[in-house]
DNA sequence: CGCTTTTTTTCAAACGGCAAAAAAATATTG
DNA sequence: CAATATTTTTTTGCCGTTTGAAAAAAAGCG
């Protein structure tokens, strides 16, 4: 029943300061010129922003850059004892917490790895020891905190489905967070907090229409942004590329029904074929994508479906969505460069030419800590937008420090 | 290279006035104050937009509305002789123009029948009489004009490839027209004027996130909206559902890959196998079509095929992007209700629980003049922004009537 | 001092929003 | 029946916020 937007003062000058905090964001050491030539904002409004950034203590001079002619530019940068927000992944097999800063640098870093969700308050406890850790040697409170987890929930934050922990569905996760810590909260589904990260740590993907797939233990995930702002994500939710249907016919998936992406494409689906493939039936993961990445010719024949079913999945979508850029994160792309390399080949043998010509696919790995910190950024934007609410939650410092 | 969004005084003002005008365009005879009520807007911000319409001709006093106390109620409406737009749809075999209000609703309308695309300076001739003929049945000039057909264009508006028309590759069609004609033109791809149609006359469907399905003899096309804001379309060009791969190694399309799902779901695929099914090479496609819909078990199993692909599809799509509302519109809609409930079937049985439980499906048809008239939208929508441009361009009237 | 570029200040214009007033009807009361 | 109260809509006046253009100030260089 969403009626047609209406815009009042308070959006238009969130919306620009926004537009000139990512300009920032996105490299330290700019000066107010520079930052109204690329917002295409007015001079004078960014003087008047970044005074009241100056006020508020989210941003600090930054040395000057001397010209041929004329003034020297004051040059800016995020403040080091600026804001900083709580992000936290709660995966399967462990807890990521992390305090970053505005721009998702990550500052305090803490990771436990409880027993498993078998016992649901000993995770939580976890949980609340690793914050009150971190916040401890910050010697501050974050003004914010996001989390993230593979589930869904309301608008009001409770819990409906955690696929990796039963036991927390219908949770009132943010009751529990405002007894215990004196900062507001945020849930997030991981493949948005991911998103987050990817929109804010490589801000070349703010721009144009995106899609990110994230595989994981728990299945194929898939988000879409269009110029930085999320789309089609009901409640910072994200959507399951796992669970499309590519095979009329096809194998029984664990969701009830057949022919299912995951069913070939998943880490599980993958080992299975690679280990019959071989002969090899105990044959572990990281051994199987070696003997892939070196080209053994089994493992190889193996990984052909799995190529065959997700590329056709990717290339459906960018074409329908006219993507301009794929950005593919997860455990599955640890299978090596060779694995990358034919996957893009599919995928583009697939597109029409004029998408093809523009789409860019970049494989990223090596970003343990994505989740948190996408999940700290989730938690960052509204106070990007505005910083009213900020100026009450940093005073609070924690005794002792 | 899009950058975040900024927003000026004018894009508050654009945005407001069309939130309050997308109201009265659903229904004449609102007061000021349900405006304000349905628009979230303030009272004294409806008053003066109101003023500022009255002034510019767009709406009119339409009457009062006694209530049990207090002063009546003024209602308004949109005036009978504010601006019109011109709406034309290039199809294959016809050309359509209408000269529509700002509600899409039509006033004048013309059709032809040209010979076929082969002359394409006599269907260019073609077109240009039925734009005189239709002005000056009208009296005076449209604000502006919207051509919708089956291609894509660039930012400039020049045509880049027409699949109906492949003789009208490159041509300057906005050119073509500034020489003729004395108001603006945009260009946009039938499926997006389709788009258009649907949210601005069914306006219920401008909430939450929607996907518009049209299939024709020239594919299966699909459009993307979130809150009545057209998502995920390049230069108001659509997506092509019907070129979605939908088996691994199947039959051969005309585009040079396998698998396509057109292959088994257009219309023409259809036909060939309700034919080969029931022996008769011969059979006409209405005639298939009533035997499917009496029930004829060769054709129903003929269709079979069709509903489980291109039920699938949709339901990945819808999977993947948590759609809310689903409209099929377009030639294949003609197969009845018995088709309709199959495919529908199909599709829920494919859903994740949630979703079907939100997802709403809508079968559309005799909308024959939606690609003309939701062109004229495309014009219109700008004008709902700022009117400002309008007041130069009505006043301009035909000589002589 | 003249020149150039950046930054700040000043002032005007546009817009939304609150509150009070005005308007336009009906209901009530003397 | 006339005067007044009541109720709801609509308008007006005024204020705060924001952007924006232009002037002024600042900071360097030759």
Redesign the interface.
């Known amino acids: 029943?969403?009626?047609?937007?209406?815009?009042?003062?308070n959006?238009?000058k969130g919306?620009?300061t926004?537009?000139l905090l990512?300009?920032l964001l996105r490299r330290d050491g700019m000066s107010r010129v520079e930052l109204a030539r690329?917002?295409?904002?007015d001079n004078t409004t960014v003087t008047r922003a970044v005074r009241d950034l100056f006020s508020r203590g989210v941003i600090t001079r930054a040395g000057r850059k001397d010209l041929a002619h004329g003034r020297p530019r004051e040059l800016l940068a995020l403040a080091p004892d600026g804001p900083l927000l709580l992000g936290v992944a709660l995966e399967p097999d462990r807890i990521v917490a992390v305090l970053a800063d505005l721009r998702g640098t990550v500052r305090y870093q803490a990771e436990a790895a409880p027993d498993g969700p078998a016992d649901c308050r000993r995770y939580l406890d976890e949980l609340e020891t690793r914050i009150r850790q971190l916040t401890a040697a910050a010697g501050r409170l974050p003004a914010g905190a996001g989390i993230a987890l593979f589930g869904?929930f309301g608008t009001g934050g409770r819990l409906e489905t955690v696929s990796s922990f039963p036991e927390l569905a219908n949770f009132d996760f943010p009751a529990w967070f405002q007894e215990r810590f004196a900062f507001p909260v945020a849930l997030c589904d991981t493949l948005i907090a991911r998103m987050y990260h990817e929109l804010y740590r490589h801000p070349e993907s703010?721009?144009?229409?995106l899609m990110l797939i994230s595989s994981g233990s728990s299945g194929i995930g898939?988000a879409?942004a269009?110029?930085?702002e999320l789309?089609?994500?009901?409640n910072l939710?994200g959507?399951?590329?796992g669970?499309?249907?590519?095979?009329?016919d096809g194998l029984p998936c664990a969701c009830g029904?057949r022919g299912c992406l995951e069913t070939r494409a998943s880490r599980r689906a993958w080992l299975e074929a690679v280990r019959t493939a071989c002969g090899t039936p105990e044959l572990g993961f990281a051994e199987a994508a070696k003997r892939g990445q070196a080209g053994d010719p089994a493992v190889v024949a193996a990984t052909a479906p799995m190529i065959?079913?997700l590329g056709?999945a990717i290339?459906?979508?960018v074409?329908?969505?006219?993507?301009d850029k794929v950005v593919l994160t997860g455990s599955m792309m640890e299978l090596g460069e060779r694995f990358h390399t034919a996957l893009e080949t599919t995928v583009r043998s697939?597109l029409?030419p004029?998408i093809d010509r523009r789409l860019q696919m970049v494989f990223r790995s090596g970003e343990e800590e994505s989740g948190a910190v996408g999940a700290a950024l989730v938690a960052a934007e509204p106070l990007l937008r505005d910083f009213t609410a900020f100026r009450t939650a940093v005073p609070v410092r924690v005794s002792g420090t």
């Open positions: 029943m969403d009626e047609t937007p209406i815009l009042k003062l959006d238009m919306a620009n926004l537009a990512r300009v690329a917002s295409r904002c869904s703010a721009a144009g229409k898939m879409l269009e110029n930085g789309r089609f994500s009901n939710h959507g399951e590329l669970h499309n249907i590519c095979e009329p029904r065959c079913f056709t290339a459906n979508q074409n329908n969505l006219m993507v697939l029409f004029a």
